[in-house]
């Protein structure tokens, strides 16, 4: 069936390094796609997200590009920050998901000052 | 916007009780979603609901689960005879349909612990 696929973590960075999280996904059709954001003993935030083919969804200096010719959806930011510490979600919606988020593992990412 | 609320944050119950969740969503939004999520996984889908209709059921949410919209606000969703298995968060979502996207908005969720 359809899925989404992220890099495994945990990704331990320095403070005001380069962050990449690859995600992937599995369609033939146009699913919309999200990244999720989970921070210590709370619930998922929308971070970004993407409806259609080379949108690029953008928010709090992270950003990712809806690219169909390789289905990927990967998450960047050029300098993270120890606040950025948490686990993000890739996740994809649409018909071909039956109208249900489906979701990557996780990618708990570390921030080290 | 006072965002998705879900009642109790923390369970803890004995394997055999009966349990209930309750989970308000963002007040215009038409749909509403439940979710499971154990430690170190993604949330895994559960059931749906379009107003007050019961759309979409996953495999998952056997015979002891039971989830109801009564007046399409509000939703319950009840696990009978708890195992120690079903011990997990239970995250509730709700959308608006028509935006592109369906974008789901999260509530702090509900965490499960069977003894």
């Known amino acids: 069936g359809d899925s989404v696929t992220q890099m495994e973590g945990p990704v331990t960075l320095s403070e005001e390094a380069f962050l990449t999280i690859n995600c992937t996904y599995t369609a033939t059709g146009y699913p919309s796609l999200f990244w999720y954001v989970q921070y210590p003993g709370e619930g998922l935030q929308l971070l970004l997200k993407a409806t259609k083919a080379d949108d690029k969804g953008s928010n709090k200096g992270f950003e990712a590009t809806y690219r169909k010719e390789t289905t990927s959806f990967h998450l960047e930011k050029g300098s993270v920050q120890v606040s950025d510490s948490a686990v993000y979600f890739c996740a994809a919606s649409g018909e071909e998901y039956g109208n249900k988020l489906v979701f990557g593992a996780g990618t708990i990412l570390r921030v080290k000052s | 916007d006072t965002g998705v609320s879900q009642d109790p944050r923390h369970k803890i119950t004995k394997r055999g009780q009966n349990v209930t969740f309750r989970c308000d969503p963002i007040?215009?939004?038409?749909?509403l979603y439940w979710y499971r999520q154990t430690l170190g996984q993604g949330p895994e889908f559960l059931t749906y609901?379009?107003?007050?209709?019961?759309?979409?059921k996953s495999r998952l949410l056997s015979d002891r689960f039971s989830a109801e919209r009564p007046k399409g606000s509000f939703s319950t969703l009840e696990i009978q005879r708890t195992e120690q298995g079903d011990s997990a968060m239970y995250l509730c979502a709700s959308s608006l349909t028509g935006l592109a996207g369906d974008t789901q908005y999260f509530g702090p969720g509900t965490r499960l612990t069977v003894l």
């Open positions: 609901f379009q107003n007050e209709a019961q759309l979409e």
């Open positions: 007040s215009e939004h038409n749909r």
